[in-house]
Each structure stands twice: as C-alpha cells, then as structure tokens.
C-alpha cells in the first residue's frame, strides 16, 4: 500500500489493487489542497475547517463518524475519541479511523486531544502504522503523543498536525516529538510518499518517520 502526504492530517492511502481514501482534507491553514484530487472515499475526524473540506476531494463517498465501513480491498473501522481531555467539553468528539489495506492495519488518530486509556488502547489494537498528531494547542502535544506510541507499539509511526512552512495555525513543530526517540529510529525522510508492504514491518523497534510536503504540491 502506499501512503500520500498532503500536509497537515490529510493522506491519501492506496491500497494495491488502486482503491484510494483521502483522509482530514483542509482548508484556511496558510496553504492549500492539491488541484485535482480524487478518491473513493474521504474520511473526516471532526467537522472543524482544517480537517472537513470535501468539496476539495472528487469523491462519492464520504464517511463520518463511528462504525464499520467496506470499500473494495478496504475495511475502515471509526472509533469515537474527544477532542480535548474533557470529554469533549471543550472542542467536541473526535473518530480515530483504522484501515485494513494489503493485510496491514493503518491507524489515524485524527486530533486526538484525549489521554491515552487502557480503554482506547484495546479498541485500536494492533497497529502497524500510526498517523497521530504531535503539534499540541489542540490536540495532545509531543509528550502524549510518545505515550501513545509507547502503548500502541506500531512499526511505523508518522507524524502529521505540527507547525510546518506555510501553516498558520499555531502548533509547535515536530522536533519535540522526534527528540524523544534515539537517532537511529527516526528518519527525517524529506518524501510525500511512502510504500510499505507486510515484509518491511520486521524492525525490533518503532520507527519514527517525518514526511514532507513537496514543492510541487505546496499551493504556494
């Protein structure tokens, strides 16, 4: 399966034989959507403007809240989280998507803003890949975002929702994230696109990966 990185929490995720889901598509965070996307379907976590545009994905289908979804080749399964550490007193609910594709289990926390719970754990187990967000202000900062993973235990970890050139919301950066994890498990890859298959998930250890946005598709 491949892996898209669009900036911000948006993804697009290929499966093999071509079905494709957009994930979190935004609008009004300094850049935009690259032209002409489409997808067979598009996930959205929270109906807030940086994770809601789907006028700006070609879809069919678009899909919220809890519950189990099938797409050919795909299962989708949304788990309901909150937003904030208040039960969603403070920024509403949150759905955490995982994603069966090429027997893999991708998962994307969305803008988890919630503790991590022995509860939470059991329902989103196992993982291999984890899109999670590591920005804080309104979502868990660097700090939680690393108990997450310490509790997942994916092979892969990605992450997405920090302050990056161009964006206007005010996060901090990944750094903080990625310095809580020894040099040799992080790669600072410099890529907008990755490929995995079930054979490169064999590291003893997690292992940290930082995308980026290419020029190309940087609206600016």
């Known amino acids: 399966m491949k892996i898209q990185f669009l900036g911000h929490s948006c993804f697009k995720l290929t499966e093999s034989t071509g079905t494709t889901v957009i994930t979190d598509p935004y609008s009004g965070i300094g850049y935009e959507l690259p032209k002409g996307l489409e997808a067979d379907a598009v996930t959205v976590s929270h109906d807030h403007y940086d994770h809601n545009n789907v006028k700006g994905v070609k879809t069919k289908r678009v899909i919220r809240g809890e519950g189990f979804y099938e797409l050919p080749g795909v299962e989708i399964t949304g788990v309901k989280s909150y937003h904030d550490e208040e039960e969603g007193r403070k920024?509403?609910?949150?759905?955490?998507?995982?994603?069966?594709?090429?027997?893999?289990?991708?998962c994307h926390m969305g803008d988890i803003g919630e503790d991590c719970?022995?509860?939470?754990?059991?329902?989103?187990?196992?993982?291999?890949?984890?899109l999670i967000p590591v920005g804080g202000t309104y979502t868990v900062d660097?700090?939680?975002?690393?108990?997450?993973?310490?509790?997942?235990?994916?092979?892969?970890?990605?992450?997405m929702h920090y302050k990056s050139r161009h964006l206007t919301i005010d996060l901090d950066r990944a750094q903080g994230f990625l310095d809580q994890f020894d040099d040799e498990d992080v790669d600072v890859c410099r890529k907008d696109v990755l490929e995995f298959t079930r054979d490169d998930l064999t590291e003893e250890s997690t292992k940290i990966i930082l995308m980026e946005r290419t020029k190309a598709n940087d609206g600016k």
């Open 91 to 106: 920024r509403g609910e949150n759905v955490i998507y995982k994603f069966r594709m090429d027997g893999m289990d991708i």
């Open 117 to 130: 719970s022995a509860e939470l754990i059991e329902m989103l187990l196992p993982v291999n890949i984890l």
């Open 142 to 159: 660097a700090e939680r975002a690393k108990e997450y993973v310490d509790r997942i235990m994916p092979d892969v970890v990605i992450p």
